[in-house]
């Protein structure tokens, strides 16, 4: 495949800030991916928009960044702390448009019953009315299809590993009744380099084994370089998190940055195996890949 990305990516927020830090964490995740393709066009694309814009805007500034820099936005999923930021960060960026591109469920009503009735989907400050109103044009596309040159958007993706069909604490409202919800909006990006395909994960809702294969499937690319992002075990039993450690192994994942929802037992693990091909995510961290 000829077109082959250098990639940076800035962790604009996740849960973590580091140790002796100046950068602000908040529970969600945030990273600006700057990719360069084989032509040296660039793009600057902003993945998630974390819980709040202001630590955003705040670590921007401490990393140099201009958001008029961002030329659009993909939200990985409806989740309040990978969505929350995005009113302030498009009133910061300051456009008359912005594509905005997520999967077509993303504006659904999304709950949790436990301990009380919750929405913890695309909050109230964020609905779509007024992203439009700052410049977001709201693209909702279910279909994988290319960003730019070796850039994947990944479309709705479809749970194909056992263990990963796990039940569920969301729920949303379908002709006036409350059901399950297994937060099939999530998609992610994939980034083909000279070394294989890097992907970008919000949480890793489907999973992480069978996003991997659904990109293999898009892309028609085997080699996985680097997974950064989310995995959600973080209520993970140890029986799951040595499953999807066997299935990287069995695929050859090289290295991993991790954090957000991948959960401190999780990560010792990755730890335990990879070495120091393991990173944990926080914020302000550089990627380059």
Do not use: W
């Amino acid at each position: 495949m000829s077109n082959k990305c250098k990639v940076r990516i800035y962790v604009l927020a996740d849960d973590y800030a580091g140790y002796n830090s100046p950068f602000l964490a908040q529970h969600g995740l945030s990273l600006l991916l700057s990719i360069e393709s084989s032509n040296s066009k660039k793009l600057n694309i902003l993945y998630d928009t974390g819980t709040y814009s202001k630590p955003i805007l705040f670590n921007m500034k401490l990393l140099k960044i201009k958001p008029s820099v961002i030329d659009l936005v993909v939200l990985s999923h409806c989740h309040y702390d990978h969505t929350g930021g995005l009113a302030g960060l498009l009133e910061k960026i300051g456009k008359d448009s912005v594509l905005v591109i997520a999967h077509p469920d993303i504006f659904r009503p999304h709950l949790v019953l436990d301990p009380m009735i919750r929405h913890v989907g695309v909050p109230e400050k964020c609905r779509r009315e007024i992203i439009e109103k700052l410049g977001g044009r709201i693209m909702l596309i279910k279909e994988p299809f290319k960003l730019g040159p070796g850039i994947y958007y990944s479309g709705e993706i479809e749970v194909t590993i056992e263990y990963e069909k796990a039940d569920t604490r969301f729920y949303t409202i379908l002709n006036g009744r409350l059901v399950k919800d297994y937060v099939r909006d999530e998609v992610s990006i994939a980034i083909s380099t000279n070394k294989g395909l890097v992907i970008i994960t919000g949480c890793s809702h489907p999973g992480i084994i069978s996003i991997i294969n659904h990109f293999q499937k898009v892309t028609k690319m085997n080699e996985i370089r680097t997974i950064i992002g989310g995995l959600h075990l973080i209520n993970a039993s140890d029986e799951k998190i040595n499953k999807v450690l066997k299935d990287l192994d069995k695929l050859n994942v090289k290295e991993l940055y991790l954090g957000h929802c991948t959960g401190l037992k999780a990560e010792a693990r990755f730890m335990e195996v990879y070495g120091d091909k393991f990173k944990k995510l926080h914020s302000g961290m550089i990627i380059e890949l």
